[in-house]
């Protein structure tokens, strides 16, 4: 299924992407969380793999914003899976803010608060002020991958 470009184009004028939809049609659907964790989790795999193509093109910009959604959507998933409140705010809401992923990934353990410090590194330094070389973005993966693990084993 293919959304229309009119939608589509819509959405990247809006800064909006897939997981806004994934939002919206699982409160919509009114999805069963493990289903809407399922959602996420494949969203994160995509931006993960998608992050690592980019690293090895060299292209810091779309490695390090790719990396940052594949942080994003971890979080997510997993606080949806934990049943945190910061996940039914954002059900309730219809989108995660900043604030929603910082504190779900504060009570997600090390491993993705790390995770999230380092994708936000990223997202603010790589995507969005361009002033990052590529080692600094390399530097980042482990812990990244590290996060992805606990919502994809």
Request: hydrophobic share 45%.
């Amino acid at each position: 299924m293919e959304l229309p470009k009119v939608l589509v184009q819509e959405l990247i004028k809006r800064g909006l992407d897939e997981s806004f939809i994934v939002d919206i049609l699982s409160k919509e659907l009114k999805l069963d969380p493990n289903d809407m964790s399922k959602a996420h989790e494949e969203l994160a795999l995509r931006m993960y793999n998608e992050g690592i193509e980019n690293l090895n093109k060299g292209d810091v910009i779309q490695a390090s914003e790719k990396l940052y959604k594949a942080v994003e959507e971890t979080i997510k998933a997993l606080a949806i899976r934990r049943g945190l409140p910061e996940a039914t705010e954002a059900l309730e809401r219809g989108r995660w803010s900043v604030v929603l992923l910082d504190s779900a990934a504060q009570k997600l353990g090390d491993i993705v608060f790390r995770a999230w410090d380092a994708a936000y590194f990223l997202h603010v330094n790589g995507f969005h002020e361009d002033r990052i070389g590529i080692d600094a973005v390399k530097s980042r993966v482990p812990v990244i991958k590290a996060a992805l693990d606990l919502v994809t084993s």
